[in-house]
């Protein structure tokens, strides 16, 4: 059984940044992948990015190419999302997922966090 609990989100002004955190509890989690998703109201939940074990190889959707970065931390069993030059159509719950798979389908992680709001004003 993996746990996963975000942090970091909040709310800024358009051109902001913000930070977000995954910790991942649990020794089964070892090898997996990570990936970020995000669900605005009324929409269908977007694949964001995706970083394997090794932190050696990542995806982006073409809408945060540039603009966001995922990295990892197994030591401290923390995935981060690093997301600069915030527009207002990036707000929506952001969600943490791992499982044995790496890419952009939400289905293929078997574990999922609850999420962290992240709102950005015009």
């Known amino acids: 059984q993996v746990q996963l609990v975000e942090s970091g989100g909040g709310l800024v002004q358009a051109g902001g940044s913000l930070r977000l955190s995954c910790t991942y509890f649990g020794s089964s989690s070892r090898g997996y992948g990570m990936g970020w998703f995000r669900q605005a109201p009324g929409k269908e939940r977007e694949f964001v990015a995706a970083?394997?074990?090794?932190?050696?190889?990542?995806s982006y959707a073409d809408s945060v190419k540039g603009r966001f970065t995922i990295s990892r931390d197994n030591a401290k069993n923390t995935m981060y999302l690093q997301m600069n030059s915030l527009k207002p159509e990036d707000t929506a719950v952001y969600l943490c997922a791992a499982g044995t798979f790496f890419g952009s389908n939400a289905s293929g992680y078997r574990y999922w966090g609850q999420g962290t709001q992240v709102t950005v004003s015009s």
């Open positions: 970083i394997i074990w090794s932190g050696g190889s990542t």
